[in-house]
């Protein structure tokens, strides 16, 4: 009924402000986004190799049929990048609508279905990629069309970026674009991944809006001692030193403290939650209260526990060779992702004096992500977002959420573009089913993604279109 409902409501998909109001027939630019989504499926561009030029040259081809020009950018020739831009009036600065073409791998045989078929069953899409990115490229990918087909005259320029290596090699992706090609992506806001709308009794409770992210600063721990006979045990163990490390690590209290968005979280979470809960949300910032409160937290919501703090989760253990020899050597990684504003130098200063033991060595993972401080939660685009989010969803709350994993717009926050995650809305069963990005079966309810590709159209329509 929902899809019903919107399908008819939304059959006029503009800003009141807008310069004239475009009909279009959700039906059809619905089953035209969800063809795109599964031929995206359908390319094999698991990162590592990526291969993403396969899915650029797509791309291309499809914006070229549409009278759209684009461009390839690869510092790797089998790893491109692909921009497309739609000219405004240059009154406003443009905005960016990025996605990632790239996907992590997956183990077929523990997949219900061909992980690259894009198998469309029971009103959902299957497939590597639904959630994790090819949603938003998809979704992109036809609001350029759009606006194409409409002949919308824009303020600004509207840029799209299908980059490649977000799974973990970013240096043929977003780092080479921002590095080399910055002028052609250059915007003053930008729309990708990484936001949420949850469902609750078939209606959207809330809509979530990554404002911002914390940053991916993982430790390996090394630790030394005397090897010997495994008979003879010895004080020298790497193997307790390290478990002793990791236990300091893995069980140390981190200091809580909130940004905009967090604060703004949790005060609109206490506003749509029963009372007990909404007593918890009002009072994150009680000093009083706090530690019962993280406990809580940490036991119940850890999602909640986690954008309170800088997070440390010990989670690979790597020691001895023979079970009757007691290695000099033993290592553990540490997951640690910071708070935007932390200091990577002080906290590991502090992890050190947490551990407290000189036979054990902190070495720090490369780091691939920039720092970035919070997008803006008073701006025209949040507003916009909030706006267009109460017009499709009235019952819905928008929440500004921090995001507890990463994306590449971490780079391109950090050279000043306001960015915002936006997309589809699931189920808390869905959310809980381990159908998820990077998980098996992964895939995405039809309805679902064609209101995300409305959802991207009105807020594109209401920030860029000329009024």
């Known amino acids: 009924m929902r899809w019903i409902f919107l399908l ?15 009909l279009i027939d959700w039906g059809e630019v619905g089953a035209e986004s969800i063809d795109h989504l599964v031929e995206l499926i359908q390319i094999d561009s698991s990162n590592p190799p990526g291969n993403e030029t396969d899915v650029a040259t797509y791309l291309q081809a499809v914006l070229a049929e549409e009278g759209l020009e684009s461009e390839l950018y690869a510092l790797e020739e089998s790893r491109a990048n692909l921009v497309s831009r739609i000219k405004g009036n240059g009154s406003k600065r443009p905005i960016l609508l990025m996605g990632h073409t790239d996907v992590v791998g997956v183990q077929a045989d523990k997949w219900y279905a061909d992980p690259f078929s894009g198998m469309r069953q029971d009103g959902f899409i299957y497939g590597r990629g639904t959630l994790d990115d090819k949603d938003n490229v998809a979704a992109a990918l036809m609001v350029m069309k759009l606006l194409k087909r409409y002949g919308v005259a824009l303020d600004r320029d509207v840029i799209f970026l299908a980059e490649s290596g977000e799974e973990g090699t970013p240096e043929v992706g977003i780092n080479f674009m921002v590095d080399k090609h910055f002028d052609v992506i250059d915007a003053e806001y930008c729309l990708a991944e990484g936001g949420q709308n949850v469902i609750e009794h078939d209606e959207v409770k809330t809509v979530g809006i990554e404002t911002t992210e914390k940053m991916p600063r993982r430790v390996t721990l090394v630790a030394r001692g005397t090897p010997s006979h495994g008979s003879k045990p010895t004080l020298q163990n790497a193997v307790l030193i390290l478990a002793s490390a990791v236990a300091k690590a893995g069980t140390w209290q981190t200091e809580v403290r909130f940004n905009d968005t967090t604060r703004a979280y949790f005060q609109r979470m206490a506003e749509i939650s029963d009372p007990e809960d909404a007593y918890r949300y009002n009072n994150v910032e009680n000093s009083e209260e706090s530690e019962a409160i993280q406990q809580y937290f940490l036991e119940k919501f850890p999602y909640h526990y986690s954008i309170s703090r800088t997070s440390v989760a010990p989670t690979v253990i790597d020691a001895g060779f023979r079970k009757n020899v007691i290695p000099s050597e033993a290592s553990a990684i540490l997951d640690i992702r910071m708070l935007p ?78 960015s915002y995650g936006i997309g589809p809305a699931r189920s808390v069963e869905e959310i809980n089913s381990g159908f998820g990005a990077h998980g098996d079966n992964e895939r995405i309810s039809e309805e679902a993604f064609v209101e995300l590709v409305q959802f991207m159209w009105n807020v594109v329509i209401e920030v860029a279109a000329t009024r």
Do not use: W
């Open 8 to 22: 008819f409501s939304f059959l006029c998909a503009a800003s009141a402000n807008a310069q004239q109001t475009y």
């Open 341 to 418: 504003d932390e200091s990577v130098e002080e906290f590991y200063a502090q992890l050190a004096a947490v551990i407290d033991d000189p036979r054990v060595e902190i070495v720090p993972e490369r780091i691939y992500r920039p720092a970035a401080p919070p997008s803006e939660i008073d701006n025209e685009m949040f507003q916009t977002l909030e706006r267009v989010a109460k017009q499709m969803y009235p019952s819905a709350t928008v929440l500004p959420v921090m995001s507890t994993g990463a994306t590449d717009m971490a780079q391109v926050r950090a050279r000043g573009m306001q």
